[in-house]
């Protein structure tokens, strides 16, 4: 599925000082039942964020008046746990297009990037950094350069740069995915496909 | 060049190396349910393109699927529309599909080893994480995202970077009540969850070499758990005599070639691994855990550790602890229990059940404690009754389910409600995995046992 292109992100952004958040967390199993890929964001983070009766937790960071944007802040190990890519749809769909972290799980970390999430690592000074800026001011503004790679608190000026591999930036700038890569490739896969012993 | 197993493996099947950029990864065999499928073919039919290879993949019902009543339709709507979707995709597209009732049916990654879809040398993906179990048998096996999932479909292939590589030994000789699910869940606590993420992990030495093929799915099922993108095992003879004769083994002269390949499949003496860890058998104890993630986890004897000896968020660690009802320093052990559940791709297999009969065999179901016992496919199920296993189960008290993923992720309505304590031979203790607002004491069979005979955390060494 093509997702819109990433270039510039500049957005306040909603503080999560969490560690080891995973993916039951971020979308619960219960709402894995579509068969489509639709409303998941109004389920994200859903037991953190709704009583057991459905009434909004006002505590909870997404239930809060004061914070805002396209960016999510998240604690260390963000992402662990089941593979499931409905967690980066609920991400993508809440509003969010990228994910500060100062580590992400694997499969959650490519999720991202194959549906047009950016996930950007971040070093734990920097993170906290970040996490005491938005908690002193919520509408603190973030600015995100993916051609150049890097990661602006603007109320500060500190940036620091970020890694992503060449080929999946490209991807994210033009909001193409490997599907599409994959399909000029399919002479080349059947020829390969022929040489295996099973 | 001296390379490792991982390497081995992964080199032969890369088609294309994109310069600062993944591998272009084939795929010899894909495994797909319920759940994570149907976005996917919708993704194919919104793109107009087909599946390359039908023959290559591999469907079952498992993730929502009902463990009582199966001859009845589903009840829950969206359940059966998921199986439904999974139905209706595989016939249109060829692939083979192993619904519920079926002989065959069962959790994917029971069912995958049992009809010899699992090989060595092979490449597997599956859109769940604990896919890493196929491992076991020296193949790479790895859980991917519904955008993956589509990619194989489209494919059979997928892009991926090459993980770094890390190696686990442990020698010596396991005690008597130590299990495969005690030795993974004590490398956890020690690596913690996120210690290998970016890493493929080989296990090797004594302990592993010991191990039962089943033993070595259990380990390798948790390589996720530490955050590895997977675990392996290099094949030998237990391995072979597994695979051999099953229905999608290579078969006669076919057999023989691959055989030939096979037995090349180990780390070559000199290799180099990114990173070593070496444990030691005889430190391992039957192990509970006590908090929200697998790495939480003790020796059944021990206390819950204090915050201050925890390294990192001890923020995170208290909201874990308050969330399990739990204090620091007490004691594992004796702590009363409400549910058990012997079930999952980690521990329901034959072997798991025969540990739990052993247990309970001539002793009385504590009465206050629910008990669900689910196979993880219609053979063991079957292998259960043949095996007179049902007999001892049922006069200790306790009745057996049918297949399915059941309280592993609770999609289904086997749910632990909530603040409610449960000893699950699972492998996620994650707040609210097991239901909302369940409390998860990840254990091994015979742990889980004990639990259901005493009615409280018992460590099983005293009733073998
Ligand atoms: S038993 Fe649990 S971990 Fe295994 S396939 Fe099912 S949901 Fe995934």
Redesign the pocket.
């Known amino acids: 599925m093509a997702y819109d292109k990433f270039n510039i992100l500049k957005s306040s952004a909603y503080p999560l000082p969490i560690e080891n958040v995973d993916t039951d967390q971020i979308i619960p199993?219960r709402f894995l039942k579509a068969t489509e890929r639709k409303g998941f964001g109004d389920n994200l983070f859903r037991d953190w964020r709704y009583n057991a009766q459905g009434t909004p937790k006002e505590d909870f960071v997404l239930n809060n008046p004061r914070y805002s944007g396209k960016i999510l802040v998240g604690g260390k190990n963000f992402g662990s746990g089941?593979s499931r890519e409905h967690a980066a749809w609920a991400v993508y769909d809440f509003g969010f297009r990228c994910v500060i972290s100062s580590f992400f799980a694997d499969i959650f970390k490519n999720n991202c990037l194959n549906i047009g999430v950016l996930p950007v690592q971040v070093s734990e000074e920097f993170l906290k950094e970040i996490f005491e800026a938005i908690e002193k001011d919520p509408k603190t503004e973030i600015e995100v350069n993916l051609p150049e790679q890097k990661i602006t608190l603007i109320s500060s000026g500190r940036s620091e740069s970020f890694a992503i591999n060449s080929y999946k930036k490209e991807n994210m700038l033009n909001g193409f995915d490997d599907i599409d890569y994959l399909q000029d490739m399919k002479e080349e896969i059947k020829d390969f496909a022929e040489t295996r012993p099973f | 060049m001296s390379n490792t197993l991982f390497d081995k493996v992964w080199d032969a099947h890369v088609i294309r190396k994109i310069e600062d950029g993944p591998d272009v990864l084939f795929i010899d065999r894909h495994l797909i349910?319920e759940?994570t499928s149907p976005v996917a073919f919708l993704g194919l039919k919104n793109r107009g393109i087909g599946v390359m290879f039908p023959e290559r993949t591999f469907a079952t019902a498992?993730?929502n699927t009902p463990t009582i009543n199966q001859h009845l339709p589903v009840q829950d709507e969206l359940s059966a529309n998921q199986l439904k979707a999974l139905e209706e995709n595989a016939r249109e597209h060829g692939i083979i599909h192993w619904g519920l009732g079926d002989e065959n049916n069962g959790?994917?990654?029971?069912i995958g080893p049992e009809n010899g879809i699992t090989l060595p040398g092979a490449t597997i993906v599956?859109g769940?994480?604990?896919?890493s179990?196929h491992g076991a048998f020296g193949a790479i096996a790895f859980g991917i995202g519904t955008s993956e999932v589509e990619m194989v479909l489209a494919a059979q292939n997928i892009m991926q970077p090459k993980p770094k590589k890390m190696r686990i030994r442990i020698d010596g000789e396991l005690a008597k009540g130590v299990t495969p699910k005690d030795v993974a869940l004590y490398i956890i606590s020690k690596l913690t969850t996120s210690g290998a993420t970016g890493y493929f992990v080989e296990y090797a030495g004594d302990v592993f070499e010991d191990m039962s093929m089943e033993g070595r799915m259990t380990v390798c099922?948790l390589s996720i758990e530490m955050g590895a993108r997977g675990g392996m095992i290099a094949p030998d003879e237990k391995t072979f005599e597994y695979i051999k004769g099953r229905r999608f083994t290579p078969k006669g002269t076919d057999w023989d070639k691959a055989m030939e390949y096979w037995k090349t499949l180990k780390t070559d003496d000199d290799a180099v691994f990114d990173v070593e860890y070496v444990f030691n058998a005889e430190d391992i104890e039957p192990m509970i855990t006590y908090g929200t993630n697998p790495g939480m986890g003790i020796g059944i004897s021990k206390k819950i550790p204090d915050s201050e000896e925890i390294e990192g968020g001890k923020s995170t660690y208290q909201k874990s602890l308050n969330y399990m009802g739990f204090d620091e320093g007490s004691e594992m052990a004796g702590k009363k229990i409400d549910y058990v559940f012997l079930?999952?791709?980690?521990n329901?297999r034959i072997e798991d059940f025969r540990a739990f009969a052993q247990i309970v065999k001539g002793k009385k179901k504590a009465e206050d404690v629910i008990v669900w016992l689910v196979p993880?496919s219609h053979k063991v199920e079957q292998q259960i009754k043949e095996e007179g296993i049902l007999d001892i189960l049922n006069e200790a008290g306790f009745e057996l389910r049918q297949p399915?993923?059941?309280a592993?992720?609770a999609?289904n309505d086997d749910k632990i409600p909530a603040g409610k304590y449960s000893v699950s031979t699972?492998?996620?203790n994650f707040e609210g995995r097991q239901g909302p607002g369940s409390r998860t004491l990840l254990a091994s069979p015979l742990v889980a046992a004990a639990a259901a005979i005493t009615g409280k955390v018992t460590d099983p060494r005293e009733m073998l």
């Open positions: 199993a089941s | 349910h759940v498992d993730h959790i994917v990654h029971v599956c769940d994480s604990h896919t179990t099922n079930g999952s791709c980690t329901g993880g399915g993923c059941s592993c992720l999609m699972s492998n996620r």
